[in-house]
């Protein structure tokens, strides 16, 4: 559906962008992680046509951003980082002037508010003014005018940010709801809400793709590094025993309250394996767990890589 190559934008001396390749299917969820200044606005503003590229392509459905504004801009919701929002009118008034702007049958204005009201959340607020309104609730405005076209592709920039836990998750329930039956992509540098909300992600660091899966095919990436806790009672000599042990590459061994704090390192998960092991033995396990590898280690681990080879 959506095809970059090549992408760069440049301003001045500066590469915001450095050649991004992106394919992203219908359907998709899709997250754009990466931290403060790594490009994540400046692809997104080109995708959607508010800003020119300095060199590569970027088409949506066959059509070229450069060469068809008009008709992608027609595909997209867009909702920027600062949601376009003018505070002095009524909620209602707002959502029915973007209505208006976006050409909206008159006789079917009414049906796409209760709609937009009822998909957002906001139909407890249409008559207040947006200045009135919380930051979460806001969002949930923007996001109405995003979708009032019903666009194939909803593109949000950052769209929690600055939201209490409580209406982040809301928001991304929301996003969760319209991802059913469009395509989403949605910026953060908020691991969490990537992991939580997104079918897959691209983590861009420094103006680059530096990796591209789903959550689960991230943390594959740093496949040998599987880290295994037991804890031990009655046990002695346990790194000389399991030094040999298949699948194990290295251990650490210390004492704590009389008993052994073992972690283990390994390319592959053996917890069943070693619990066999054990059970043969005087050993007492107390504890055996699997430490995750969260998308909040693999993401520090290949922006800090980035760095280094600066």
């Given amino acids: 559906m959506i095809e ?3 992408l760069v934008k440049s301003y001045g001396s500066t590469n915001a962008v450095k050649g991004i390749n992106l394919s992203i299917k219908s359907g998709e969820i899709l997250g754009l992680l990466g931290p403060n200044g790594a490009g994540k606005s400046s692809t997104l503003r080109i995708l959607t046509g508010y800003l020119k590229s300095t060199s590569g392509t970027v088409s949506v459905k066959g059509f070229d951003v450069n060469e068809h504004e008009l008709e992608v801009k027609k595909l997209i919701g867009y909702l920027p980082e600062s949601a376009p929002l003018y505070s002095e009118m009524l909620v209602y008034d707002y959502l029915k002037y973007i209505a208006e702007l976006r050409e909206i049958h008159k006789e079917k204005i009414e049906q796409r508010l209760k709609e937009l009201a009822e998909l957002c959340g906001i ?7 947006i200045n009135s309104l919380s930051k979460g609730y806001k969002q949930r405005v923007g996001l109405a005018q995003a979708m009032m076209s019903d666009p194939e592709i909803l593109v949000l920039d950052e769209p929690t940010t600055g939201l209490d836990p409580n209406q982040i998750v809301e928001i991304r329930n929301i996003i969760k709801e319209i991802g059913k039956r469009k395509t989403v992509i949605f910026s953060t540098h908020i691991l969490s809400e990537a992991e939580a ?8 660091n420094s ?4 990796a591209d899966g789903t959550p689960d095919e991230l943390k594959k990436i740093m496949e040998g590094d599987i880290k295994i806790k037991i804890t031990l009672a009655n046990a002695n000599n346990v790194t000389e025993k399991l030094k040999d042990f298949e699948g194990i590459d290295s251990i650490e061994e ?7 704090e073992v972690t283990i390192y390994s390319t592959k998960d ?8 054990i059970k043969n033995t005087d050993w007492i396990i107390l504890n055996l767990s699997l430490e995750i590898k969260s998308l ?3 993401f520090r681990t290949l922006t800090q890589e980035e760095i280094n080879e600066k």
């Fill in 4 to 6: 970059i190559k090549e």
């Fill in 123 to 129: 139909k407890n607020v249409m008559h207040k003014t």
């Fill in 197 to 204: 909300t997104c079918d897959r992600i691209v983590i861009i």
């Fill in 207 to 210: 103006g680059k793709v530096v």
């Fill in 254 to 260: 210390k004492e704590f309250n009389d008993n052994k």
């Fill in 270 to 277: 053996i917890r069943k394996e070693l619990y066999l092991y």
């Fill in 296 to 298: 909040e280690n693999i």
